[in-house]
């Protein structure tokens, strides 16, 4: 069975985490789940119980922590299952990096490392208040508590502003050109190619082209309430476009994509049959889906071990 769940942050973490989520699944111990991740935004993932990894390179996998950071993806980042597993974690907003991070975000695109290298020994205390917590609420508690202390020790709280209005567009228009975005959030373009690499990892042309591609591939599985309008917007020039998309962000051609199994997209969310714990903001399916959480797709291959 796979039960996941996401909690909105509270105010004071709001500006910084856009959401944190619990993942669990009672598998087969001979079941491998073999995935991809296209993640808009930076995450933190701890793993509290399972065989998890990631394809550091062609046939290598690695999982170098319990406690890991992910960058924002450009294309399919390959991940992988043995048996039951939870995780833990918390997505981060990109106008947010400069308040949690010292490097530059392009320097973790596609990449997954131990969060101890950008954030030392608060990694392992954000691991060990994870692993002591009951219940969701406590685990959502441990986040929170480490976040604030992150952004406290880093010196640096302010969120950008207006890239978070930019975070809007690329979420919720994803067909919006460059210049009238630059122009609508009051800075020029050439302002917002800078800001956006040094946030967002990409540039603006690559954060709106992997927004318009997840808008599409969400429609075609069914998820979001895309209108006829919406899907005549985000049409490709032609078929040969289409599949150049399907090919840099999931290696598959379109029909592939529509007919690979993905049992991890039609989980059932558990918050949407039992009520939220005392002091937690739970979204279900519905308010995902109505609030444009169609984002980060997690694309997966089920293969059953011999």
Not at 31 to 46: H, P, S, Y
Not at 56 to 72: I, K, N, Y
Not at 114 to 135: F, K, M
Not at 200 to 229: C, H, I, W, Y
């Amino acid at each position: 069975m796979l039960l996941s769940r996401t909690y909105h942050p509270s105010p004071e973490v709001a500006p910084y985490i856009r959401r944190f989520y619990v993942f669990q699944a009672q598998l087969p111990e001979a079941m491998v789940i073999e995935d991809f991740l296209l993640a808009e935004t930076a995450f933190v993932r701890c793993l509290v119980e399972g065989d998890w990894s990631g394809e550091v390179a062609p046939g290598e996998w690695s999982r170098p922590s319990d406690t890991l950071l992910f960058g924002a993806n450009a294309g399919p980042f390959k991940v992988r299952v043995k048996g039951s597993f939870n995780v833990v974690g918390f997505a981060i907003r990109p106008s947010a990096w400069r308040a949690l991070f010292a490097g530059d975000h392009p320097e973790y695109v596609d990449r997954m490392l131990p969060l101890e290298d950008a954030w030392g020994d608060l990694a392992s205390e954000l691991q060990r208040g994870i692993n002591a917590a009951s219940n969701d609420e406590a685990k959502v508690a441990a986040m929170e508590a480490i976040i604030l202390r992150r952004i406290e020790e880093h010196g640096h709280p302010q969120v950008d502003k207006q890239l978070a209005k930019f975070e809007v567009f690329a979420r919720r228009d994803s067909t919006i050109r460059i210049d009238q975005a630059a122009d609508d959030i009051g800075i020029s373009v050439r302002q917002l190619e800078r800001r956006c690499k040094d946030a967002f990892g990409l540039t603006p042309k690559g954060v709106l082209r992997r927004s318009k591609f997840l808008d599409m591939a969400a429609a075609m599985r069914g998820f979001g309430n895309a209108s006829e309008k919406d899907l005549a917007q985000l049409r490709y020039f032609d078929q040969s476009h289409l599949n150049r998309e399907f090919r840099k962000f999931t290696r598959m051609t379109p029909g592939q994509f529509k007919n690979t199994v993905t049992p991890l997209q039609t989980v059932r969310p558990e918050a949407a049959r039992r009520k939220p714990e005392r002091g937690l903001s739970v979204c279900t399916k519905r308010q995902r889906s109505a609030s444009g959480a169609r984002r980060g797709l997690l694309f997966s291959a089920l293969k059953t071990a011999l």
